[in-house]
């Protein structure tokens, strides 16, 4: 387990700002006394459409990918960046659950 977690060091993923924001809301949501609020919260889609617009704005402003000419964007990886962006939110947040969740069902 330790290498695991060092792993995630070693290779950056850990400093994404979307895994760590997920990590956060993972132990967020398992620490939460009030386990039906979060359920809401997970089930509704504006949720994940604040996601997708958090991940946009962060794609387009700040992690812009361009073409080989270096003036035109490039919206097709852009895009794909994007999506890449909300599956990682998602499976850290999920992961970060478990762990989180692992820890103290002992």
């Given amino acids: 387990m330790i290498k695991g977690i ?4 070693r290779t950056g993923i850990i400093f994404d700002p979307f895994v760590l924001f997920g990590i956060v809301m993972g132990f967020i949501t398992a620490l939460s006394p009030n386990q039906e609020t979060m359920e809401i919260l997970y089930k509704q889609n504006s949720f994940y459409l604040l996601i997708l617009l958090l991940a946009f704005l962060y794609n387009y402003f700040v992690k812009k990918v361009f073409k080989d000419d270096g003036y035109t964007p490039d919206y ?5 960046n994007i999506v890449l962006s909300v599956v990682k939110f998602i499976i850290s947040c999920a992961l970060s659950i478990v762990f989180v ?3 103290f069902s002992f």
């Fill in 76 to 80: 097709a990886r852009m895009a794909f």
């Fill in 6 to 9: 060092l792993a995630l060091f």
């Fill in 101 to 103: 969740l692992m820890l």
